[in-house]
Each structure stands twice: as C-alpha cells, then as structure tokens.
C-alpha cells in the first residue's frame, strides 16, 4: 500500500508556471505506476498524465500534451508534474494516483488507480 501527498499548487498568472510534487510513503513505490488527474467545479475527473514504474513509459490528456510534463525520482519517492504555459482553463484541483499494476498503453481512467491523494488547488488567473 502506498500513501500519496500533494504539494505545490497556488495561484498563477496566464502563461506562467508551476511544479507539482507527489510524495509517497510505504513499501514498493518504484514499482507502482503513477498518475496525476485534475477536477474543476462541477466537472468529472480528468486524466493529465501517467508515468510507468521505471520512468521509461508516459503519456498525457490531449489538452496537456507540450506544456505539461511528469517525471519520477523513485530514490526520492516523488513524482513530479511540471506545468507550463498554463491557462485558465487549467484551473482544478489536482489528484496524485498510484497503482501496482505495469501499463501497456497509459491508462487514462480513474478506476484503473487504487491509491489517490487529497489534491492541490492549482488556480489560473486571466
């Protein structure tokens, strides 16, 4: 069992900027395949991005594809979500989510995940 903690949201201008950090605790991180999902108000959960165990493998939502990138340091049990030139449209809460399963191809549901962390407001101002 893992368990996930979010860090590094807050409020951010149109085009700027922000890193994302999940830190994890309990046996086996590195071989779980982690994912980060985002929720606005009123909406359903979105898939942003899925890394595979050893970092080799990843795969993004199409409205995050070239500003968005994940990445993983297992000696640091954090996975990462570094997010660029962000727009308002960005503004959710984001979710960490972890699962031992390996992936073939990057799955982009949120049932595939067991382990999810409480979220990070990330907000975007015009």
């Known amino acids: 069992q893992v368990q996930l903690v979010e860090s590094g949201g807050g409020l951010v201008q149109a085009g700027g900027s922000l890193r994302l950090s999940c830190a994890s605790s309990?046996?086996?991180?590195?071989?779980?395949?982690m994912g980060w999902f985002r929720q606005a108000p009123g909406k359903e959960r979105e898939f942003v991005a899925v890394?595979?165990?050893?970092?080799?493998?990843?795969n993004y939502g199409d409205s995050v594809k070239g500003r968005f990138t994940i990445s993983r340091d297992n000696a640091k049990r954090t996975v990462y979500l570094q997010m660029n030139s962000l727009k308002p449209e960005d503004t959710a809460v984001y979710y960490c989510?972890?699962?031992?399963?390996?992936?073939?191809?990057?799955?982009?549901?949120?049932?595939?995940?067991?382990?999810w962390g409480q979220g990070t407001q990330v907000t975007v101002s015009a």
């Open positions: 989510a972890a699962d031992p399963k390996a992936f073939i191809v990057g799955p982009t549901t949120a049932s595939w995940y067991n382990y």
């Open positions: 309990g046996r086996t991180y590195s071989s779980y395949t």
């Open positions: 890394i595979s165990w050893g970092g080799e493998s990843t």
